[in-house]
């Protein structure tokens, strides 16, 4: 329980130094940023009051949302440490798949990264065929520029390499 109380408190304070850092974006661009991560801090702060106290499961999380299926809600015990590992596992791959994300879209740019990862996580995690994968993935830097880069203007991140070359201004 101890671990997972760290491992929620570590992200719940990374979200917190996200805030802190978006409120020096200039006007409105600190705005989405916020809604997320205060989405976030949330969601998190619920998590850990069920780890934490969980006799209050049943008030703030009816549904199991935020629970492992074999959590015991009246003693905050799960039932076997099998489910503790596969449960920290799942959270690890997730943590590692959004650093990598993160790494491609600063080395690559958005429009690159986020189809490179969509068609890994299609066929790897999705276990999709190839020809489905590509098809998502070819997509995706299609509505990425249409919606932000023409409807809302933003300008998407183009990536070390594409401004290492000269691609980009």
């Not at 992200?11 to 989405?39: E, N, R």
């Not at 549904?63 to 503790?84: C, I, L, M, R």
Request: aromatic share 12%; net charge positive.
């Amino acid at each position: 329980m101890r671990q997972r109380i760290w491992f929620y408190a570590s992200i719940l304070a990374c979200l917190g130094v996200l805030g802190v850092v978006s409120l020096s974006y200039k006007g409105q661009t600190a705005l989405f940023p916020l809604i997320v991560i205060s989405a976030g801090i949330f969601l998190l702060a619920i998590k850990l009051v069920t780890i934490v106290k969980p006799h209050l499961t049943p008030l703030l999380d009816p549904k199991g949302f935020f629970g492992d299926d074999n959590d015991d809600v009246t003693t905050g015990d799960s039932s076997s440490n099998a489910v503790d590992e596969t449960s920290t596992r799942r959270e690890t791959m997730v943590i590692v798949w959004g650093v990598a994300y993160v790494g491609l879209i600063y080395l690559l740019g958005f429009l690159t990264a986020s189809p490179i990862m969509t068609f890994v996580f299609a066929k790897v995690i999705g276990r999709r065929s190839g020809a489905t994968s590509l098809a998502v993935a070819a997509a995706v830097p299609v509505f990425l520029y249409i919606v932000f880069e023409r409807l809302l203007r933003i300008e998407l991140f183009p990536g070390f390499v594409s401004s290492f070359i000269g691609l980009t201004s």
